[in-house]
């Protein structure tokens, strides 16, 4: 277990393809600092680099440039499994953060060891079922009494819950969701959006929240970031977000950006 | 015909333990792990140089069961090496790659243990005979059964047992979402080659037992052991089912023993044994294809 963390990045940077043809500049020098307990949500068209930068913080790829600090330790090259120990993370696809073939109990049994060394004690004992009980029970979907059920067998909005719990059963130092509900249906999607901020919430835990949707990123969260090729273009904390409307967002980026906007997904819902 | 059905479960059962370390690689880890063909040999050569060599049969099978570990390990950090910086679990080519070159080397690695093509084992003490001397029992016919029968039942409760615990969670994690399991904190490259490490361990064992039971080891032994384990994989699922993981090792060793009493039986209808290997691949394709047919035909 390990306490909410205040995240530092510094002068990130992330080309991709270097040197070729088909050379991306991902990230071109983040810098953000995001105190311990701070809900941070992030928008941007595609390819503004928001899902690299949460990437980039959990390590699924070798930096070009910068550094990230987590709780004050120097993180940047530590491998991807190693920093997973204490960073949570829920990604868009339900299916991805569930092994589907594996029980609901051995699904959370997984998610308790996360912080530890596994070892060759038994996975799932009759003290890590009360945990899950309890802790499934919240979630208000009957999932408590079907612990031995595979999650090939629960619905995508059940999934995504199951993995919401996951990411944050063991108390992570930072929460990473990377578009988390866009894959629900609008009613699914808002359920698992209350449960997020009442886990995030009650816990304090340090998030970083990616979303094409500006009305989510209006309403949750402590701190508005908008990226814009790879570099944060508006950063607006709670107060000033309190005042804005999606309107006054989208003019905001025209300004900011100085080029038509793509309105694409962002306005829908 | 009790003579088929006792050999066939002795053949079936001496052959369950690479059934098992088909059915890790192959459904557990997601790892098509085509080492098997030269583990199996190489445990079958180092068993069989070492008693050879005087040393003893319990020795000689521990030391064939740590060659094929090693085995493992090699093709794991192969792969290591042949995939791309980011991981993409369901892209094989490394996977068939890393497997196929330590397939290969070990040929040569298995004649130079071996120093020729085929050592023979007759009239040097095996493990079989160690076991009939100590229980005053002459180990042919359903004692070997009895004998190797009870090792099987031993290897599926410690395998069981394994999968069970915390580390073997993150094993079958492995095979089943590896982002999902990185995510969580494991390092998949070490649960991978473990897995392969154990594997490998098997079918190495089925290696060394299978020279001792028919009284020599050859460097050709090994040839189709995917295809014969794939075979026995996919009848233990369909014959016996797999509603757990507990339940399908049991299933996977009745899978073996079913293909070797087809073998027996195929034999015994004058099929000639040059024959069997087309017929188990056309089965192994016959049953892989099943469901692509099945679910065409229903959209049709």
């Known amino acids: ?269 | 015909m009790q003579v088929i059905i006792s050999s066939a479960l002795e053949q079936g059962l001496i052959y369950c333990f690479m059934v098992l370390g088909v059915f890790l690689t192959f459904r557990v880890l997601d790892f098509p792990d085509l080492t098997v063909d030269g583990s199996l040999p190489l445990g079958a050569a180092v068993t069989g140089a070492l008693i050879i060599g005087g040393h003893s049969p319990l020795l000689a099978t521990a030391a064939g069961v740590g060659a094929g570990m090693c085995a493992g390990m090699v093709t794991g950090f192969l792969h290591l090496l042949l995939k791309s910086g980011e991981s993409d679990s369901t892209n094989y080519g490394p996977k068939l790659l890393a497997g196929i070159l330590t397939m290969t080397a070990l040929y040569t690695v298995n004649l130079r243990i071996m120093g020729r093509s085929n050592i023979p084992l007759l009239g040097v003490d095996t493990i079989f005979e160690k076991l009939g001397n100590a229980l005053s029992l002459t180990m042919i016919g359903w004692n070997v059964v009895l004998a190797v029968g009870a090792l099987a039942i031993v290897v599926k409760y410690l395998l069981d047992w394994l999968l069970h615990t915390e580390f073997g969670l993150t094993l079958l994690a492995t095979g089943d979402n590896e982002q999902m399991i990185r995510a969580m904190g494991t390092n998949t490259n070490f649960t991978r080659i473990v897995g392969l490490a154990i594997a490998n361990g098997l079918v190495a064992l089925t290696g060394s037992l299978v020279a001792q039971q028919q009284g020599f080891a050859d460097v050709g032994m090994g040839l189709g052991t995917i295809v014969a384990g794939l075979a026995g994989v996919i009848m233990g699922e369909v014959i016996f089912g797999m509603r757990s993981i507990s339940w399908v090792l049991f299933s996977v060793i009745g899978g073996s023993i079913v293909y070797r009493l087809l073998i027996a039986i195929s034999l015994r209808l004058g099929i000639a044994p040059t024959d069997l290997k087309l017929l188990t691949a056309v089965l192994v394709v016959v049953a892989l294809s099943i469901p692509t047919v099945r679910s065409k035909v229903v959209r049709l």
């Open chain 1, 1 to 269: 277990m390990s306490a909410p963390a205040t995240l530092d990045v510094g002068g990130l940077r992330k080309v991709f393809f270097p040197g070729t043809a088909n050379e991306v500049v991902a990230l071109n020098g983040i810098d953000l600092e995001v105190p311990a307990g701070q809900f941070v949500s992030i928008i941007g068209s595609n390819g503004s680099g928001k899902s690299t930068l949460l990437n980039a913080v959990a390590g699924t790829f070798p930096l070009s440039g910068g550094t990230i600090t987590l709780g004050g330790r120097d993180v940047t090259k530590q491998a991807e499994h190693v920093r997973s120990r204490v960073i949570g993370r829920v990604f868009q696809d339900p299916r991805a953060g569930t092994a589907p073939s594996m029980t609901i109990e051995e699904n959370l049994a997984i998610s308790l060891l996360r912080s530890k060394r596994s070892g060759l004690r038994r996975g799932v004992t009759n003290r890590r079922r009360e945990v899950m009980r309890a802790q499934l029970s919240r979630l208000h979907m009957g999932l408590e009494d079907r612990l031995k059920a595979g999650v090939n067998k629960l619905s995508g909005g059940q999934r995504q819950a199951m993995s919401l719990l996951m990411a944050t059963i063991a108390e992570p130092s930072l929460l990473l969701l990377d578009e988390h509900t866009a894959a629900l249906d609008p009613k699914v999607a808002a359920t698992i959006m209350e449960l997020t901020a009442a886990i995030v919430i009650e816990r304090g835990l340090t998030t970083l929240m990616v979303t094409h949707n500006m009305e989510l990123a209006l309403r949750y969260g402590d701190r508005l970031i908008m990226m814009h090729g790879g570099r944060v273009v508006l950063d607006l904390d709670e107060q000033q977000k309190s005042t804005l409307e999606v309107g006054d967002l989208i003019e905001k980026f025209h300004e900011v950006a100085g080029e038509a906007f793509a309105v694409d997904r962002m306005l829908l819902e």
